[in-house]
């Protein structure tokens, strides 16, 4: 193996611990071997690649990963998943190691909304609540009121009073769906997710005619022409649990790909189409989220860096709004 030490130093310059693994190792048993060593529990999002997913303790939505966070006894919580994943569970967890395999898994949804810019966006609607969604920063979480995620962002909307002005940040996309779905106004931030804003509803449509009786399944990340021809829109577990409840033999999955692994798995005699681009890149893969890999999640957990710091007053101002969605979710039985 290379030297620890100097991968150590370049830690904070590459994001990630850049040391030689002996190609002979087995590493799905190496990182068995290691969470129980060290009562390390991995988390993981569907959109991680398959081995990260077939290696996780849990794999879940943004949701299912931060109740998973708070109730966890692991003593590391090794998050294979983006930065603001990984940073919610260290705020769920001040005594706990987080662990990310490479610190560089930002988000571009979450990079929309600087918190020194939108403080002054808040300041000129004083009577605003403001409802973030997960994908944020610990900065803009210590700068709202609740925290949602796709899969209760209606029930939070709808268990504030109906004359209750709201701000929604940052994604404008999934801020005019609730709108819809809710019948209010709320104020959105102008953010965005480069990945789901990449779907071709020219492509999509496309593929409609020629799988007729595909169900086109979509989250609500997408911009709204591409959410006006799903057949169903949710969270990434909504999303696999329709399609395991559904008759259809046949679906259009509008989200990132790596949703396609469990849907999969858990549905072997189906066929998962992932809908393309707008153009030939594999845009449809999130750069971030597939940072990440096996290597560099042995290497985390076997060293146990790089780690997810944060200064106490922040985690404090970050957990009010987290712990009141997760409170609310509990009241919904979500
Ligand atoms: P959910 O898994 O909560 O639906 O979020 C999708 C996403 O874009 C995460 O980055
Ligand atoms: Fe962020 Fe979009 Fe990637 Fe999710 S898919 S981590 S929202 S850039």
């Known amino acids: 193996m290379a030297d620890i030490n100097i991968a150590k130093s370049n830690l904070e310059r590459v994001g990630f611990l850049d040391v030689d693994i002996d190609p002979t190792i087995d590493l799905f048993a190496e990182i068995e071997k290691l969470k129980k060593e060290k009562n390390a529990i991995i988390l993981a999002h569907y959109y991680q690649e398959p081995d990260i997913q077939d290696v ?26 983006v930065h603001f994943m990984a940073e919610t569970a260290k705020i769920l967890n001040p005594n706990k190691k987080v662990l990310l395999p490479d610190l560089n898994a930002g988000c571009s949804l979450s990079d929309s909304a600087p918190p020194e810019l939108f403080r002054l966006f808040k300041e000129k609607h ?12 610990a900065g803009m979480k ?16 709808e ?21 819809k779905k ?53 969270s990434t577990t909504a999303l696999l649990k329709y399609s395991e409840k559904s008759d259809a033999a046949e679906f259009i999955v509008v989200t990132e790909t790596g949703i396609l ?25 999130c750069p971030h989220m597939k940072l990440n890999t096996l290597e560099k ?37 979500l």
């Open 56 to 81: 996780a303790d849990f794999i879940g939505d943004s949701l299912g990963l931060a109740q998973q966070a708070e109730k966890t006894n692991a003593d590391i919580i090794v998050f294979a998943g």
């Open 126 to 137: 004083p009577d605003h609540i403001v409802i973030t969604y997960i994908n944020c920063s």
């Open 142 to 157: 210590a700068l709202s009121d609740i925290i949602c995620t796709s899969s209760n962002a209606e029930k939070i909307i």
């Open 159 to 179: 268990s504030l009073p109906k004359e209750q002005n709201i701000i929604f940040a940052p994604d404008k996309n999934l801020g005019a769906y609730l709108n």
């Open 182 to 234: 809710t019948g209010r106004n709320m104020v959105l931030w102008n953010g965005a997710c480069m990945v789901h804003e990449i779907f071709s509803l020219e492509k999509i449509t496309k593929l409609k005619i020629r799988h007729p009786q595909a169900k086109v399944i979509a989250h609500p990340e997408c911009e709204a022409p591409v959410l006006a021809v799903a057949d169903f829109i949710g």
């Open 261 to 285: 692994h469990q849907m999969q798995k858990s549905n072997p005699n189906k066929t998962f189409i992932p809908a393309p681009p707008n153009n030939s890149c594999a845009c449809n893969d």
């Open 297 to 333: 999640l042995y290497l985390c957990m076997e060293y146990e860096t790089p780690e997810i710091t944060m200064a106490e007053d922040l985690r404090l101002a970050a957990l009010k709004p987290i712990q009141r969605m997760l409170d609310i979710s509990k009241q919904y039985g």
